[in-house]
């Protein structure tokens, strides 16, 4: 089993509409959880990260967490064109820190 | 903002030669990581160092080696290059514990023939 799981996608929304991008991970004691987003032929960008279970907004994203379920999503509030782009999950457990494969997000104008 | 400056953009070499990757960052940051990025597995840590001198294995360190002489300034050197080593490189640094990479750098493609 991958430490870090998500859905390859693609995931096609349209433009102004919620994009929902949903991360599990097996490591209970998982402690740290970050969310980068990664644009065709670019570096990952540190979008956001959250630590306590619940809900972080910044901007139009907001990062939902449920340690009792393990897994962690990224919401994307009135989603725009530039936001098309792969989006990878990360989970840190004390000094080890695991990406998922990424999904794949389209916003269709 | 903090910058990471990887040396090469892209770099071609060959199998058997001894590879240098070079990074710097500016922003004085504790933490530096060695990754890979290869089509369907993801990025996966090669090295990381949390202090000069420092340094721990990640999950695929075999064929690699890393140097940290300076906070600044992560080396990977790829001690003799083969085909399955062409691939992303990436490097990245972060300020914050529980560890993982805030700011990456450009990444340098390289290619083994």
């Known amino acids: 089993q991958k430490e870090v799981e998500q859905n390859s996608g693609p995931l096609s929304v349209p433009e102004g509409a919620i994009a929902s991008l949903n991360c599990t991970y097996s490591?209970?004691?998982?402690?740290?959880f970050f969310w980068y987003r990664q644009y065709s032929g670019k570096s990952p960008e540190l979008i956001m990260f959250?630590?306590?279970?619940g809900d972080k907004e910044d901007g139009r994203f907001t990062a939902q967490l449920n340690k009792a379920s393990q897994y962690v999503s990224l919401l994307i509030r009135d989603s725009q064109p530039s936001d098309s782009a792969t989006y990878l999950c990360?989970?840190?457990?004390?000094?080890?820190?695991?990406f998922g494969t990424g999904t794949s997000l389209t916003v269709i104008p | 903002d903090v910058k990471v400056t990887q040396s090469s953009r892209y770099l071609v070499k060959r199998t058997g030669e001894k590879v240098f990757l070079e990074c710097v960052q500016d922003?004085?940051?504790?933490?530096m990581f060695w990754y890979r990025q290869d089509p369907g597995l993801g990025l996966r840590l090669i090295y990381f160092?949390?202090?000069?001198?420092?340094?721990e294995k990640g999950d695929i360190p075999e064929g690699y080696s890393v140097s940290r002489e300076k906070k600044e300034r992560f080396s990977l050197i790829l001690e003799s290059a083969s085909t399955n080593q062409t691939s992303m490189y990436l490097c990245?640094?972060?300020?914050?514990?529980?560890?993982?990479?805030?700011?990456f750098g450009d990444g340098t493609r390289l290619s083994i023939l």
């Open positions: 990245a640094s972060s300020l914050w514990l529980p560890i993982g990479p805030a700011d």
């Open positions: 490591d209970r004691g998982s402690q740290s």
């Open positions: 959250i630590y306590s279970n």
């Open positions: 990360a989970v840190g457990t004390g000094n080890q820190f695991y």
């Open positions: 922003m004085d940051h504790e933490n």
């Open positions: 160092s949390y202090d000069v001198k420092m340094k």
